[in-house]
C-alpha cells in the first residue's frame, strides 16, 4: 500500500545538527513533489519546505531558510531533511507528505506517522 | 509569511452542517486555486479532505466541500458525524512559492 515512513528523529542539543528521512513505498516516488510539515506540542501545521519530483527545485520556509536542506535521492525512494543549528523552537513532530501532482502545487495527499524532534540542553 | 485566519473553534450537533473559514490575501487564498484543507484527529497525521479550492480526494465523503470567495476559503460539513470531532486546517500556495497554513479550527460534536 501507499506508505511514507520517516525515521531520524530524537533528542538533540541546541546547536547541533540532525537528518530525517522518509522511505516511500506503494507508489512512483520518483514522480511526485514532497513537502516537510511541522507541528509543535499543542501548536498547528507549520509548513517547512518541498522540492519538486524531480529535485530541481526547493523551496522553504523562511524561518529555515539557511539551516534546513530538504533532498530527495529518487533511486532509494528516500526524502531527507538536514536541519542545522537547531533551537528549541525546532522542537516538533516532521512529517513528510506527497504531493498530488509533480511540483508542490496541490494537496499533500499522504503522509507519514511523523517523527519527533526533541531540542533540549 | 503569516498564517492563514481561522476561528479556534467551530460547534455542530450530530446531523447539522458547519463551515469554517479561512482567511488569506490576495497573495495566497485569493491569488492562486491551490487552497486545501486537512482533518487531524488527536495524534493522528493529518488527512486531505479538499485539494485545489473544490476538489475532494477519492475516499473522502461527499459530506465534505469547499468553496471560496475572494480572499476566504471555506470548508463546510454537513450531516455532522460523530467521527468528524477533529482539527481542521487550511492551507495555501502563495506568491513567495511557499505555503501556509491556517492556525486551526477544533469542531466539537455536540
Known amino acids: 500500500q501507499v506508505q511514507l515512513v520517516e525515521s531520524g528523529g530524537g533528542v538533540v542539543q541546541p546547536g547541533r545538527s540532525l537528518r530525517l528521512s522518509c522511505a516511500a513505498s506503494?507508489?512512483?516516488?520518483?514522480?511526485?513533489?514532497m513537502h516537510w510539515v511541522r507541528q509543535a506540542p499543542g501548536k498547528g501545521l507549520e509548513w517547512v519546505a518541498v522540492?519538486?519530483?524531480?529535485?530541481?527545485?526547493?523551496y522553504y520556509a523562511d524561518s529555515m531558510k539557511g539551516r534546513f536542506t530538504i533532498s530527495r535521492d529518487n533511486s532509494k525512494n528516500t526524502l531527507y531533511l538536514q536541519m542545522s543549528s537547531l533551537t528549541v523552537e525546532d522542537t516538533a513532530v516532521y512529517y513528510c507528505?506527497?504531493?498530488?501532482?509533480?511540483?508542490?502545487?496541490?494537496?499533500?495527499?499522504?503522509w507519514g506517522q511523523g517523527t519527533t524532534v526533541t531540542v533540549s540542553s | 509569511q503569516s498564517a492563514l485566519t481561522q476561528s479556534a473553534s467551530v460547534s455542530g450537533s450530530l446531523g447539522q452542517s458547519i463551515t469554517i473559514s479561512c482567511t488569506g490575501t490576495?497573495?495566497?487564498?485569493?491569488?492562486?486555486?491551490?487552497v486545501s484543507w486537512y482533518q487531524q484527529h488527536a495524534g493522528k497525521a493529518p488527512k486531505l479532505m479538499i485539494y485545489?479550492?473544490?476538489n475532494r480526494p477519492s475516499g473522502v465523503s461527499n459530506r465534505f466541500s469547499g468553496s471560496r470567495s475572494g480572499n476566504t476559503a471555506s470548508l463546510t460539513i454537513s450531516g455532522l458525524q460523530a467521527e468528524d470531532e477533529a482539527d481542521y486546517y487550511c492551507?495555501?500556495?502563495?506568491?513567495?512559492?511557499?505555503?501556509?497554513f491556517g492556525g486551526g479550527t477544533k469542531l466539537t460534536v455536540l
Open positions: 507528505a506527497s504531493n498530488k501532482g509533480s511540483y508542490g502545487y496541490h494537496g499533500m495527499d499522504v
Open positions: 506503494g507508489f512512483t516516488f520518483s514522480s511526485y513533489g
Open positions: 490576495s497573495s495566497d487564498v485569493g491569488g492562486y486555486n491551490y
Open positions: 522540492i519538486w519530483f524531480d529535485g530541481s527545485n526547493k
Open positions: 485545489d479550492v473544490t
Open positions: 492551507s495555501s500556495y502563495t506568491s513567495s512559492s511557499h505555503w501556509v
